[in-house]
Structure formats: structure tokens, C-alpha cells
């Protein structure tokens, strides 16, 4: 699987910006896939995961309510949301795949493939 992330640039505070990512190959829904977001200088974090038929997602408490990850399987994509964004969403963000994924969703360690990230800027 191969992923290619999409969308970023740069935005004001309070605004919003969806990023994609789209996927090859034709197993696309037997994966989760997720978003994570890696800070200047910080470690890469978790953003959020959704299930292969979409019906079950997970969000960072940092995000929650404010980001919304969405899949259209038939176009191999899966989309990151973001709305009322502050300064503090800068970051590379990363899509990732997983085959299997159950509790340990947050953890880099679960996914396999993963994409090769878009610059979100948020100014202030």
C-alpha cells in the first residue's frame, strides 16, 4: 500500500483546512487507517483513526470535536477535517494504514505503511 498525503498549507487561526490522503491498491478498506501530526520539535502524536467501513472512529482529546476524519472507499481516500484551528495544529500531518488495530490504535507502532505527509501552518 501506498500513501500519498494531500492539502496542506497554511491557514489563520480560527480557520479550517481538510487534508487527504489517497491510497493504491484495491485492498484499501481491510485497512484502518489514521492521521498523526508530528509538531517542530516535538514527537509525532496521534491524531485519529477510523475503521476500513468507516463506521467506527477514535480522536485525540486535543482534536476532539473540532477535527473529523471521513473514507470514501471507492476512491481510496481517507480525509482529515480540520476546523477552528489554532496555532497549536501546526504540524506535519502523516496518514497511516493498518491492517489490524484494536486498543493500541494511538500507537505508531500498530500501522504499516505510512504516507509522506503535508505541512498544516496555522497562524495567529
Known amino acids: 500500500v501506498q500513501l500519498q498525503a494531500s492539502g496542506g498549507g497554511l491557514v489563520q487561526t480560527g480557520g479550517s483546512l481538510r487534508v487527504s490522503c489517497a491510497a493504491s491498491?484495491?485492498?484499501?478498506?481491510?485497512?484502518?487507517m489514521g492521521w498523526f501530526r508530528q509538531a517542530p520539535g516535538k514527537e509525532r502524536e496521534f491524531v485519529a483513526v477510523?475503521?476500513?467501513?468507516?463506521?467506527?472512529?477514535y480522536y485525540a482529546d486535543s482534536v476532539k470535536g473540532r477535527f473529523t476524519i471521513s473514507r470514501d472507499n471507492a476512491k481510496n481516500t481517507v480525509y482529515l477535517q480540520m476546523n477552528s484551528l489554532s496555532p497549536e495544529d501546526t504540524a506535519v500531518y502523516y496518514c497511516?494504514?493498518?491492517?489490524?488495530?484494536?486498543?493500541?490504535?494511538?500507537?505508531?507502532?500498530?500501522?504499516?505503511?505510512w504516507g509522506q505527509g503535508t505541512l498544516v501552518t496555522v497562524s495567529s
Open positions: 497511516a494504514a493498518a491492517s489490524l488495530v484494536y486498543s493500541d490504535y494511538y500507537r505508531e507502532s500498530s500501522y504499516d505503511y
Open positions: 491498491g484495491r485492498t484499501f478498506r481491510s485497512y484502518a
Open positions: 477510523i475503521s476500513g467501513s468507516g463506521g467506527i472512529t
